[in-house]
Every structure is written in C-alpha cells, then in structure tokens.
C-alpha cells in the first residue's frame, strides 16, 4: 500500500498535463509581453518566425529529454511495455499505424517518444517520429518541447519530409482513428476507425515505405467517458465541434491523488504496445485505387492477425474481436 501511494504521489502523467502545459505556454508568452520582461516574447518571437518551418521537416529530437527520468515513473506507474515481433530493418523507412487512439494516446506517446520502455534498445538504428495535431505547433515554447521527443505535424509535408529520407533508419506513427475513435475510446472496447483511412497507405506507395501495424492493448481501459454513444446530444455536438474546426474533446475521467473514484489522473491499469511484423511496400510514385485499396486490405488483414495473435496474453476474451468501422 505504501509503495503504491508512493508511485502515485511521485508521477502525474504527461498526458493529463500536456493540454495544461499548452495554455500555460500560451498565457505566459501573451502576459510577458504586458511587463517589464516584454523583451523576452519579443525576442522567442524571432526564433519562431526563423524557426517556423521545423515542424514540417522533421523534428529536432533531444536523445537528452527522451531519457528524462520522468518517462520511467510514467512507465511505471501503469505499467506500460513495448513488445517487438520483428526487427525494423535500419536501411528502410518505415510508415506505422497505431491503433487504439484511447482517449490521450498514451502508448504512443510513452513508447514512440520517449526512451521511457527503451525504444532504442529494442529497435537499434530506428529514429521514431509520431505525428501530432498541426495546431499543436502554434504555441510558443510548447511546440520546441513536443519537436525534442519526435514529434511532427500531422501534414502531408512533415510526412514526404521523414519518409523520403535517404539511408532509412526512420519510423513515422500515425494514431490513424484520429478524434472519431477516441470519442469511442472506453475500457474493454475495441472499436477502430480505419476502414476508410487510406491516406497513410497511399503515403506508404508513393514513398516506398514499409507498413508496420502497432496494437496497444489496455490504450483504451486507463480512462472512462461521460456516455456519448451514437445519437446522444453530447455525441452530436461532438460530431459537430469535429465538422467545424477539426477537434473535439472527449469528456474523459478516471481517479485522483487522493482518492480512486473520480479525477483526471488515469487509472493504474497495463498498456501492452505489440509492433507487427513490416509489410513490405514497393515504391509507386502515383499509386492507383485499385493498388491503395488493395494495400489497405492487406494491413486491416495484418492488424487483424496480430490483435487475434496476441490478445489471450493480454486478458482480451477469446470471443472478442477487433471491430473496425
């Protein structure tokens, strides 16, 4: 009991903080800008117009702030592990899906990220990348911050960038369900929006980047969501907030410091991030239909087969399988 209080007072998780850190960022540059230290928002201000294109051609990652610390406390606290099934070859590009989004992508981001599980040492020669909603980018000190751990726009420019790199040796992730699925995103479920995603596959052809489906099991049981099923007024108007300007916000809750029935801590539970075996894609500069959509088949298929491969060692039921929409 005394080691678990411990574990729980030693780390909040970056996921509840990182849309705070966001504001704060935000609010700090805009109120600087108002006292004797206005200089300094002047000054940042500079650097971000000369450093404006960064998040679109590539990142600028920190091997230093990767292996902070604070990613194993968050490691521990879950847990959360990386599960390897087959080797990344360091002479090719590779393009990756990861599935479940979950309410804040926390696999993804502990796993691809950070050293936290020790990605480099599982995958030797790789340098992960996962992208992230562009409007990220637009806050000051916060976007420098997401670019150090191997974060980039969600743009089909920042993934050209990464993907036609020459002599390989680069993983680019795409939380492919996006908003939609995390809205969906509750314990025990597995519900995919993939069926009509198809812009990261046509990516993968025009590139010549082999595909990698990653399954995260347990991403969706670390929080609950106020009840928004299909046809609630709360699902409609976050079907329309995402019509709009392209975000939502599921309303999301698990535990607190303190006590364990209600809070925007998550809760303690295990995410198990299994990376497939590579699909091997040959380089198609201006790839048919036909040829997207038989590609698309082939990975549906794959994560398909890993997710029935692995899930009785996770506690998935046998009966249950992977719905994708």
């Known amino acids: 009991m005394n080691e678990c209080w411990e574990q729980d007072m030693d780390i909040i998780p970056q996921?509840?903080?990182?849309?705070?850190?966001y504001l704060v960022c935000c609010i700090v540059f805009i109120g600087l800008l108002f006292t004797r230290f206005w200089m300094i928002s002047i000054l940042y201000a500079i650097w971000w117009y000369l450093d404006r294109d960064t998040p679109w051609q590539g990142d600028r990652q920190s091997a230093f702030i990767r292996r902070w610390t604070i990613w194993k406390y968050t490691k521990d606290y879950f847990p959360i592990s990386l599960v390897k099934t087959a080797e990344l070859d360091p002479s090719r590009n590779y393009l990756a899906g990861f599935h479940p989004h979950g309410v804040l992508a926390t696999g993804a981001f502990t796993n691809l990220c950070t050293e936290g599980t020790g990605?480099?040492?599982?995958?030797?020669?790789?340098r992960s990348h996962l992208m992230m909603l562009h409007w990220c980018f637009w806050a000051p000190v916060f976007r420098d911050c997401i670019m150090s751990v191997g974060l980039v726009s969600s743009d089909k420019e920042s993934a050209a960038h990464i993907l036609s790199r020459k002599g390989g040796?680069?993983?680019?992730?795409i939380v492919v369900g996006g908003v939609q699925e995390a809205l969906s995103a509750r314990p025990g479920t597995y519900k995919l929006v993939l069926r009509n995603r198809k812009g990261f596959i046509r990516l993968a052809l025009m590139h010549g980047a082999d595909l990698v489906p990653i399954f995260s099991f347990g991403e969706n049981d670390i929080y609950d969501q106020v009840e928004n099923s299909p046809g609630s007024w709360l699902r409609w108007f976050q079907d329309q907030l995402h019509k709009s300007i392209r975000i939502s916000i599921p309303l999301f809750y698990g535990r607190g410091v303190f006590q364990y029935s209600f809070g925007l801590m998550p809760y303690r539970r295990p995410i198990t991030t299994v990376v497939g075996k590579p699909i091997e894609v040959q380089k198609t500069p201006h790839p048919s239909q036909e040829e997207v959509d038989r590609l698309h088949q082939r990975y549906m298929k794959e994560l398909e087969n890993l997710f029935e491969a692995h899930k009785l060692k996770y506690n998935v039921p046998r009966?249950?399988?992977l719905e994708i929409c």
């Open 15 to 21: 996921t509840t903080l990182i849309y705070a850190f």
């Open 119 to 126: 990605f480099s040492s599982i995958f030797p020669g790789i």
């Open 319 to 321: 009966d249950q399988h």
């Open 169 to 173: 040796g680069n993983l680019l992730s």
